[in-house]
């Protein structure tokens, strides 16, 4: 070997060394198993609506859901300009409302004076606030799935804050698809159950199904970035993370890209989403017996 080679050979070691050290060094501790397994017993094997129901991410939605039987709900967080958490899905509120723009870019009583229930017989419902959500959930005595939009120190700060004065710990799971803004809340809070969500073709196709590139060479390349993220999560990600909570795509479990056997002894419980057809629902609840989110509870 001449010198280069020892030098190249040594800084790939000391590469290697660094991250590996780093990883061990600022991993979260893992979070509570049983305390998992508690929360998920709560959901009596009923379905959780998704998006809270119809109207999607509505006060309305979640007592329909309730009367219709679910046992959890799980809704979307994001913020006004003015920094008030409310639920929606989209970063605009053009499809669930009868106005237009981003929310971020409106105030809370602007966003309060859009219809939310689109001329249906929820005509006049308001977007709710994540506080009078989380009040009618504790009502209803439903789980919440809390899914964070936003990955930002806000969103942190207000759910930190939230958990501590409501004490929501044994009732809502913030869940996500950025490791992360779940890394900043166990830090801030290490208490609070959070939950991996993950699609193991996100890259390269929308939700849906629809290609997001009509390029091939970047169809390609997305589903190889797809390929590399989806292992990164399932090998290494859940683990930093610390993580009892994951949250695979329906067709990720019924392809078998995600085994419910192998995270079981992994002690991660399961919840998957979004499971509509009939079919499904009786095999992931009779067969895998596992909780899953629906459109139609």
């Not at 939950?195 to 091939?216: C, H, P, V, W």
């Amino acid at each position: 070997m001449n010198s280069a080679t020892y030098v190249l050979a040594a800084t790939v070691g000391c590469g290697f060394f660094a991250i590996t050290s780093a990883y061990w060094w600022l991993r979260h501790p893992r979070a509570s198993i049983v305390r998992t397994k508690v929360f998920i017993d709560k959901l009596k094997a009923a379905p959780i609506a998704h998006r809270g129901g119809t109207p999607e991410n509505t006060l309305s939605a979640i007592r329909s859901s309730k009367s219709k039987g679910a046992s959890g709900i799980e809704v979307d967080l994001v913020f006004t300009r003015d920094g008030h958490p409310v639920l929606l899905h989209d970063g605009t509120v053009d499809r669930t409302s009868d106005g237009y723009g981003d929310i971020h870019g409106m105030t809370l009583e602007e966003a309060k004076e859009l219809d939310f229930g689109l001329g249906s017989e929820f005509e006049g419902e308001r977007i709710p606030t994540l506080y009078e959500a989380v009040a009618l959930c504790k009502e209803l005595d439903l789980v919440m799935f809390l899914d964070a939009k936003d990955d930002n120190e806000e969103s942190v700060a207000v759910l930190r804050d939230l958990f501590s004065k409501s004490d929501l710990y044994d009732r809502v799971a913030v869940v996500s698809f950025y490791p992360r803004l779940l890394s900043r809340i166990r830090s801030a809070d290490p208490n609070v159950l959070v939950g991996l969500t993950m699609r193991s073709n996100i890259f390269a196709f929308e939700y849906g199904g629809k290609r997001r590139n009509a390029s091939q060479w970047k169809h390609l390349l997305s589903t190889l970035l797809d390929k590399v993220a989806f292992c990164i999560l399932t090998t290494c990600v859940w683990r930093f993370l610390g993580v009892t909570l994951l949250l695979p795509f329906k067709e990720d479990i019924l392809a078998g890209r995600i085994d419910p056997t192998v995270w079981s002894r992994r002690n991660v419980s399961l919840v998957t989403w979004t499971v509509n057809d009939q079919e499904e629902k009786k095999y992931l609840r009779n067969t895998l017996q596992l909780p899953f989110m629906t459109d139609y509870v």
